[in-house]
């Protein structure tokens, strides 16, 4: 229990630690240019990674993790465990190839997915370079012939056993059914990290050197099947990736965030914004410090209908209109008082 309350306590940190690198350099010293106290200063935010590793056993899609981590070379992040019976546009995750889950997951949840790795059988054995792995197997996983591949009680995996171990749902079961497992496997990898230099193996080992959790993305069944809770599935992402972005250009609105004063948060105000659902592509200091109210500044001819949300979150006073601005797409908040 209490190392549960300890990785769900984290979830807050894992999501904040990383951007106050950022702010942290408003107190530096510059030798050139404007400095994080100068008005006209900017910064690139670059978007949290996002990695999808998807589970296959004997040639089908037996599941999906979706792993995010905070910051770029930040260590900690967060893995959502996604079912292999998810349906998405009428298909179901094990139906498609493993190529295609990747896609298919960052258009529906509107968010970028970088590396995605296969964890079938070869997969596993050069991410886990020959270790064991010691757990305790809550029900038996049964062989193509019928018999059983692996008992119950402490077993010992090594790379041919996980593949099964986190994709076979025991005899007259569920995918659902395999979350037990599937959550044993990935909870004992991060807390004993492979040591090989292959990527999937780096990226488990930079998630465990630092806070994390391990979650099951939110769903719901009815006629049709296992199908997104959307709704929940929003504030989860909304959790685990501080600063989103888009599958495809447009899926987001990017916007950059600049202060019209020193008093002004940019930490929380970029993070509010990336927590509802915004791509926050930078953050600075306006071309003056004044006392203005707070200001969205849209190019010509934007139109989206998501910026009355825009609006409404960072309580603007007032929308204008950027006549230079004619193709960026890029909407400029100005925090004032």
């Known amino acids: 229990m209490v190392a549960e309350f300890v990785l769900v306590a984290s979830v807050p940190f894992i999501g904040w630690q990383g951007f106050d690198a950022l702010l942290d350099s408003r107190a530096g010293t510059f030798v050139e240019g404007p400095t994080p106290t100068d008005p006209g200063w900017e910064a690139f935010v670059d978007p949290s990674p996002v990695s999808l590793v998807v589970e296959v056993d004997r040639g089908v899609v037996t599941?999906?993790?979706?792993v995010a981590q905070p910051e770029a070379e930040r260590a900690g992040g967060a893995m959502v465990l996604i079912p292999g019976d998810l349906r998405i546009a009428g298909?179901?995750?094990?139906?498609?190839?493993?190529?295609?889950?990747?896609?298919?997951?960052?258009?529906?949840?509107?968010?970028?997915?970088?590396?995605?790795?296969?964890?079938?059988?070869?997969?596993?054995?050069?991410?886990?370079a020959g270790g064991t792995w010691t757990i305790r197997n809550p029900d038996p996983v049964p062989a193509d012939d019928g018999s059983v591949l692996i008992e119950v009680g402490s077993v010992d995996l090594v790379f041919d056993d996980v593949a099964p171990f986190v994709g076979r749902p025991a005899e007259g079961a569920v995918f659902e059914s395999l979350m037990v497992r599937r959550e044993l496997?990935?909870?004992?990898?991060?807390?004993?990290?492979?040591?090989?230099?292959?990527?999937l193996a780096v990226l488990i080992a930079a998630v465990a050197d630092g806070p994390f959790v391990i979650d099951v993305i939110p769903t719901e069944v009815g006629?049709?099947?296992?199908?997104?809770d959307l709704d929940a599935t929003g504030e989860l992402i909304a959790e685990v990736v501080p600063f989103p972005a888009g599958a495809?250009?447009?899926?987001?609105?990017?916007?950059?965030?600049?202060?019209?004063s020193l008093d002004v948060d940019l930490e929380d105000e970029a993070r509010a914004l990336g927590q509802a659902g915004f791509e926050i592509i930078g953050i600075g200091n306006g071309p003056v410090f004044d006392e203005g109210a707070t200001t969205v500044i849209v190019p010509i001819g934007f139109d989206d209908d998501r910026i009355d949300d825009l609006v409404?979150?960072?309580?603007?006073d007032t929308v204008r209109v950027d006549e230079s601005d004619v193709d960026s797409e890029i909407v400029t908040v100005l925090i004032g008082r």
């Open 248 to 260: 495809e250009p447009g899926d987001r609105i990017q916007v950059r965030v600049l202060a019209r």
């Open 312 to 316: 409404a979150q960072v309580g603007a």
């Open 223 to 228: 006629p049709s099947g296992r199908l997104l």
């Open 91 to 128: 298909v179901g995750l094990s139906e498609m190839l493993p190529t295609q889950v990747g896609s298919v997951l960052a258009d529906e949840l509107d968010l970028a997915i970088g590396a995605t790795f296969v964890a079938d059988e070869a997969g596993w054995s050069e991410t886990l």
């Open 63 to 66: 599941g999906a993790v979706l």
């Open 185 to 199: 496997w990935w909870s004992t990898l991060v807390e004993s990290p492979p040591a090989a230099d292959e990527p």
